[in-house]
Nanobody
Framework: VQLQASGGGLVQPGGSLRLSCAASGSTLDDYAIGWFRQATGKEREGVSCIKATDGSTYYADSVKGRFTVFRDNAKNTVYLQMGSLKPEDTAVYYC???????????????????????WGQGTQVTVSS
């Protein structure tokens, strides 16, 4: 499966953005999708994940209540709706995929980048006034 992340840009603090992760080459129905970000000089961190098996979602503590991940299988796309953005949300955002089963990507593993097999290119999000 090939992934393409898009929707990044420059936004003021407090603003919103919606990132998209579009898939080609395969349907996303069977894949868990994770969102990661990497700020300059920092390690890549898990932001959110949505599973395919049961629709479970996970969020990093730093984005809970502000970000929402959801999928539109008809469009073969997963979205990350980001609100109340802060300067510390500035980073390159990536989406990643793993063929899902009930035995992968639980609450303690979803945020580990090594768990995912497929990665899209990043999209830059800059939060600044």
């Amino acid at each position: 499966v090939q992934l393409q992340a898009s929707g990044g840009g420059l936004v003021q603090p407090g603003g919103s953005l919606r990132l998209s992760c579009a898939a080609s080459g395969s349907t996303l129905d069977d894949y868990a999708i994770g969102w990661f970000r990497q700020a300059t000089g920092k390690e890549r961190e898990g932001v959110s994940c949505i599973k395919a098996t049961d629709g479970s979602t996970y969020y990093a503590d730093s984005v809970k209540g502000r970000f929402t991940v959801f999928r539109d299988n008809a469009k073969n796309t997963v979205y990350l709706q980001m609100g109340s953005l802060k300067p510390e949300d500035t980073a390159v955002y990536y989406c990643a995929a793993l063929r899902d089963t009930p035995y992968v990507l639980g609450p303690y593993s979803w945020s580990r980048a090594v768990e995912y097999d497929y990665w899209g290119q990043g999209t830059q999000v800059t939060v600044s006034s």
